[in-house]
């Protein structure tokens, strides 16, 4: 009967086992993922500055334009294209960043959630770590 049972809290230890490596694999490939996600967030958090800083300047040759009246009409058609052209780069830009904080809420939802799955999982082992230490202790007193 106790070889029965050591030799069932073996599998369990070995199931578990198998779970915490898993759940350590899981964890780490989420960790990847969510260096990927912060460094597409930087990108892009460094584009929309930079095209904030674009439309800046484009926006202050549009006011020196004006200024030369012959040429104004053909060079405002010119950088108010620019403009449009810029401003849907910063509102993609945006939306890129937008959707890299998301992506990266998600995975750090995953990594607290894989967190919390490898402690239980390390918890259940020490339980059967420790059940097993009390079986071969039992079993020594034979």
Same mark, same amino acid.
């Given at each position: 009967?106790?070889?029965? %049972?050591?030799?069932?809290? @073996? ?24 260096? !990927? ?9 460094? @584009? ?8 800046s ?8 334009l %004006?200024?030369?009246?012959? %040429? ?9 294209? #620019? ?6 780069? &910063? @509102?993609?830009a ?7 904080? !998301? ?6 939802k995953?990594?607290?959630? &894989?967190?919390?799955?490898l ?14 230490? %009390? #079986? ?7």
């Open positions: 009967v106790l070889e029965k %049972q050591l030799t069932e809290a @073996k599998l369990i230890a070995e199931e578990a086992d198998k779970k915490y490596d898993e759940a350590a694999r899981k964890l780490a490939i989420t960790e990847v993922d969510l260096e !990927r996600a912060e460094a597409r967030l930087e990108a892009a958090e460094a @584009k929309v500055y930079e095209l904030e800083e674009q439309l300047v484009v926006a202050n040759n549009i006011k020196t %004006q200024v030369q009246n012959d %040429q104004a009409s053909q060079r405002e058609d010119s950088y108010e294209e #620019t403009i449009r052209d810029l401003t849907q780069r &910063l @509102k993609d945006e939306n890129r960043a937008t959707e890299a904080e !998301r992506t990266v809420s998600k995975l750090q995953e990594v607290d959630r &894989l967190e919390d799955e402690l239980a999982e390390k918890e259940r082992y020490k339980a059967i770590s420790d059940e097993l230490d %009390q #079986t071969f202790a039992e079993l020594a007193g034979y």
